[in-house]
């Protein structure tokens, strides 16, 4: 089956520091995959996603590249701001195998928070 | 604006008791989603429909039933029958099959459901 592992939590940053959240997926067909953010008492906030191999997702700073060779899509942003602080969630969609339509198989979620 | 509302934000139940969680869409997506999230875990699928009248069970829909009468619709019913409803619940819905590979979930806002 499909399955999403992400790196444990929390990570903490003081601010200007690099972030590198890594997600690696498991799939038995060809799926797209996301980042999602949730702030605090929040829903999820798509951040960026990429549907096929070496694609790279990109927004607000940060930027995920599509691995198919490593089946892994790590998240990074080369200067964080303490206004990052969330937990961030990888993600996959993969109807070719899914009984679920496009629903999402997520990661378990990386806490982080930045520091002035 | 376009999006996704749920209600209550915040809901609290006695045991024994079955709740109905609202969740109302404009965005015009024939998919719809809900997922449970709890505490250091990531989210986990309840039921989802692709097209109005129909839904389908995901990986967790014991104790939990939905309708689909109307595509900007998809109310949740937390019964009695589940054993542990205390959550977060969050709601999502897509364009489904219509967006193909490139299709994005959004989520709307959850509800903290407390059972007391």
């Known amino acids: 089956g499909n399955s999403v592992t992400q790196m444990e939590g929390p990570v903490t940053l003081s601010e200007e520091a690099f972030l590198t959240i890594n997600c690696t997926y498991t799939?038995?067909?060809?799926?797209?995959l996301f980042w999602y953010v949730q702030y605090p008492g929040e829903g999820l906030q798509l951040l960026l996603k990429?549907?096929?191999?070496?694609d790279k997702g990109s927004n607000k700073g940060f930027e995920a590249t599509y691995r198919k060779e490593t089946t892994s899509f790590h998240l990074e942003k080369g200067s964080v701001q303490v206004s990052d602080s969330a937990v961030y969630f990888c993600?996959?969609?993969?109807?070719?195998?899914?009984?679920?339509?496009?629903?999402?198989?997520f990661g378990k979620g990386t806490s982080l928070l930045v520091t002035p | 604006d376009g999006g996704i509302t749920q209600s209550p934000k915040y809901l609290f139940r006695k045991e024994g008791q079955n709740v109905t969680l609202s969740c109302e869409q404009n965005?015009?997506?024939?998919?719809m989603y809900w997922y449970r999230q709890d505490p250091g875990q990531g989210l986990r699928l309840i039921y989802y429909?692709?097209?109005?009248?129909?839904?389908q069970k995901g990986d967790i829909a014991e104790g939990y039933s939905v309708s689909r009468e109307k595509k900007e619709s998809f109310p949740l019913t937390v019964t009695s029958a589940q054993k542990n409803p205390t959550a977060f619940y969050l709601c999502?819905?897509?364009?489904?099959?219509?967006?193909?590979?490139?299709?994005?979930?959004?989520f709307g806002p959850g509800t903290r459901l407390t059972v007391l």
């Open positions: 799939a038995t067909g060809y799926p797209s």
């Open positions: 993600a996959l969609s993969d109807v070719s195998s899914s009984n679920s339509g496009y629903a999402l198989n």
């Open positions: 990429a549907t096929k191999a070496d």
């Open positions: 965005l015009n997506h024939d998919a």
């Open positions: 429909s692709q097209i109005v009248n129909d839904f």
């Open positions: 999502a819905s897509s364009r489904g099959l219509a967006g193909g590979r490139l299709d994005t979930q959004y």
